[in-house]
C-alpha cells in the first residue's frame, strides 16, 4: 500500500514534442504529490507538486493531471526541450507517516534534438 | 529558496575504513533530515529519519550500526558509513525540512561514495 508506481522507466521525445509520465498509488493517506527531476550525479530537484484538493496544476511547461478516485497522477512536460533530459521521479506523502516521501521507481527522459 | 548542503560531493575510501558525509541546511533551520541511498539508474532509498536532538529512526533493512546519524544541531546532521565494504558504494544524499511534516523537504546534491 505505501508503493507508488511509475512508468514509463524510459521515454524518448523529439524536441517540441510533449513528455508524458505516468504514476499510480494505493495509499488513501497520501495528500501531497510532488515530481522531482534529476540530472546525472544530482540530488533531486522539485519541480512541481499537487494537493489532492485539486485536478491540475500548472507551472510555466510542466503540468500535474491528479485523478483522485482512479488514485493516479501524471506530469506532461510541454514542449519539451533537449536541457529537459533527466530522470523524474513522482512521489507521494502521507500525514500519517512522519512526512516522509514514497517514491516512484524514476523515468529517464531523452530529448532529441 | 532553501538550501542544503552536502559535503563532500566524492569520496573514495578504504575497505575497513569509515566515512563521514555532512547535510547542513545553510538558510533555514532543519527539525529533521532524512538520509536516502540510490544506486545506479534506480530511485531513492529512504535509510533513515532524523529529528534534531533525537535518535535517529531507521527503515526496515538498514543496520543503524552501520550507518550512524547525528543530527546535533538544527543546520547539521552527518551519516557515518562504518567500517565501508565495496557494497557500500553508492550515491548517498540528504534531505531537509524547517518545521512540521506538511512542508516542503529540499535536497543536497549528494555524495558519490566509493569503497575501495
Known amino acids: 500500500q505505501q508503493q507508488v508506481k511509475q512508468s514509463p522507466q524510459s521515454l524518448i521525445v523529439q524536441k517540441g514534442g510533449i513528455s508524458i509520465i505516468n504514476c499510480a498509488y494505493e495509499?488513501?493517506?497520501?495528500?501531497?504529490f510532488p515530481w522531482y527531476q534529476q540530472f546525472p550525479g544530482k540530488g533531486p530537484a522539485l519541480l512541481i507538486a499537487?494537493?489532492?484538493?485539486?485536478s491540475e496544476k500548472k507551472e510555466g511547461r510542466f503540468t500535474i493531471s491528479f485523478n483522485k478516485s482512479a488514485k493516479q497522477f501524471s506530469l506532461h512536460i510541454m514542449d519539451s526541450q533537449p536541457g529537459d533530459s533527466a530522470t523524474y521521479f513522482c512521489?507521494?506523502?502521507?500525514?500519517?507517516?512522519?512526512?516522509?516521501?514514497?517514491f516512484g521507481q524514476g523515468t529517464t527522459l531523452q530529448v532529441k534534438p | 529558496g532553501a538550501v542544503v548542503s552536502q559535503h563532500p560531493s566524492r569520496v573514495i575510501c578504504k575497505s575497513g575504513t569509515s566515512v563521514k558525509i555532512e547535510c547542513r541546511s545553510l538558510d533555514f533551520q532543519a527539525t529533521t533530515m532524512f538520509w536516502y541511498r540510490q544506486f545506479p539508474k534506480k530511485s531513492l532509498m529512504l535509510m533513515a529519519t532524523?529529528?534534531?536532538?533525537?535518535?535517529?529512526?531507521?527503515e526496515q533493512g538498514v543496520e543503524k550500526d552501520k550507518f550512524l546519524i547525528n543530527h546535533a544541531s538544527l543546520t547539521l546532521s552527518t551519516l557515518t558509513v562504518t567500517s565501508a565494504h565495496p557494497e557500500d558504494s553508492s550515491f548517498y544524499i540528504c534531505s531537509a525540512r524547517q518545521g512540521t511534516m506538511n512542508t516542503e523537504a529540499f535536497f543536497g546534491q549528494g555524495t558519490r561514495l566509493t569503497v575501495v
Open positions: 495509499n488513501t493517506a497520501f495528500d501531497y
Open positions: 512521489a507521494a506523502r502521507g500525514s500519517g507517516n512522519t512526512g516522509k516521501l514514497i
Open positions: 532524523s529529528n534534531e536532538g533525537s535518535k535517529a529512526t531507521y
Open positions: 499537487i494537493r489532492p484538493d485539486v
